[in-house]
Nanobody
């Protein structure tokens, strides 16, 4: 069962931008901290960014700081990941995940997240 529906992935050239969307299925954003993870071929899943259920706390992995922006639209019940200045090393499957333990700090460790989407492919290549 997929708890989120991700969209917006695709093939882009280095330096270009993409915006990913993540919509929960059957619950609202105020019930979960939401994070984006990515997994490149042959590599472990990596936490990219997290936003708390209140929207008031945000975290990024160092490699995307200044290039990626996480945000949410409560009215649309959707979380976004705006990705700019994309690099080939950003290539991978991007997953949306939710942590129902909203009292916890927003983190980037996959084991704390108990709701997952099926992912959307992002490929950065010239």
């Amino acid at each position: 069962q997929s708890h989120f529906v991700e969209s917006g992935g695709g093939l882009v050239q280095p330096g270009e931008s993409l915006r990913l969307s993540c919509a929960p299925s059957g619950f609202t954003l105020d019930a979960v901290n939401v994070a984006w993870f990515r997994q490149a071929p042959g590599k472990e899943r990596e936490g990219v960014s997290c936003i708390k259920h209140t929207g008031r706390s945000i975290k990024y992995v160092d490699s995307v700081k200044g290039r990626f922006t996480i945000s949410r639209d409560v009215a649309k019940n959707t979380v976004y990941l705006q990705m700019a200045s994309l690099k080939p090393e950003d290539t991978g499957i991007y997953y949306c995940a939710g942590d129902t333990q909203t009292y916890m700090p927003c983190g980037l460790s996959a084991e704390t997240f108990n709701r997952w989407g099926q992912g959307t492919q992002v490929t950065v290549s010239s």
